[in-house]
């Protein structure tokens, strides 16, 4: 477990920001999607989410994005102060908290014009991508960029970017601003092992030096013991909660997955 800017936790959550979730339910064309989700994650922590295809990992994102009705209580409080209530989009009892988002990845056109430039300022500013880049808005993704360790991706083709590029950009994206709370729908699908590791350092560089949240589901079980401090195992409902070797080792992660990767277990 990495050191946690808020201390370690010995008050629980009211030394600490936190994003709780409690009894969560969607139900979509009178399918249960969740059935009562709870847990909590906090600031400095990151977790990460795993289940199989169609667990409801996205639709439990999109609650938390505010983009997918449901029932419960989804929740965020500053530390030391009181709980912002999330509700279908809407929030009650104060101002809702920041959160970033990267979606899986998406492609590109290989011959696609657009640089990485282009494709910041479009989803920063209300600046036309055909006409020149104003100096201001270069040197505003310019340090964006620099957050992630990718200043000299700028002129660089969307289209011509690796996996991992790519996710730097995304991230980056993000980050701006930045905020409380950042959720990746599978960061690590489609890229290298060395982007693979440079990605994950980069989440833990991140959230030490701006404190936050970073929640992130996975498929890559072999990589949860290097940068998770706690694992949500989902299928529908919560299954297991717990360090990596915790989870990894549980009978509920064998039942799910007929696997045995944690401690004792065989890869």
Known sequence: ???????????????????????????????????????????????????????????????????????????????????????????????????????QSPSFDRGDPVSVLDFFTAATARWPVWLPVPRKYRERAA??????????????????????????????????????ILILDEPLSGVDIEGEHQLLEMLDELRTEYDLSIFLSTHDFATLGQFADKVVLLNHRVLKVGTPDEVLSSPEFYQTFHLRVGRGGEG
């Open 1 to 103: 477990m990495r050191k946690i800017k808020h201390g370690k936790m010995t008050g629980g959550c009211e030394d600490s920001c936190c994003l709780k979730l409690e009894g969560l339910n969607v139900r979509l064309e009178g399918e249960e999607i969740l059935e009562e989700v709870s847990f909590h994650l906090h600031c400095g922590e990151i977790v990460a989410l795993i289940g199989p295809n169609g667990a409801g990992k996205s639709s439990l994102f999109r609650c938390i994005l505010g983009q997918m009705p449901y029932s419960g209580s989804i929740t965020f409080a500053p530390a030391g102060e009181p709980a912002v209530r999330l509700a279908d989009g809407a929030v009650t009892g104060g101002a809702r908290p920041l959160v970033g988002y990267v979606p």
């Open 143 to 180: 340090a964006c960029l620099e957050r992630v360790h990718g200043a000299d991706l700028l002129d660089k083709a969307m289209g011509a970017l690796s996996g991992g590029q790519l996710q730097r950009v995304l991230l980056a994206l993000a980050l701006e601003p930045v905020p409380h």
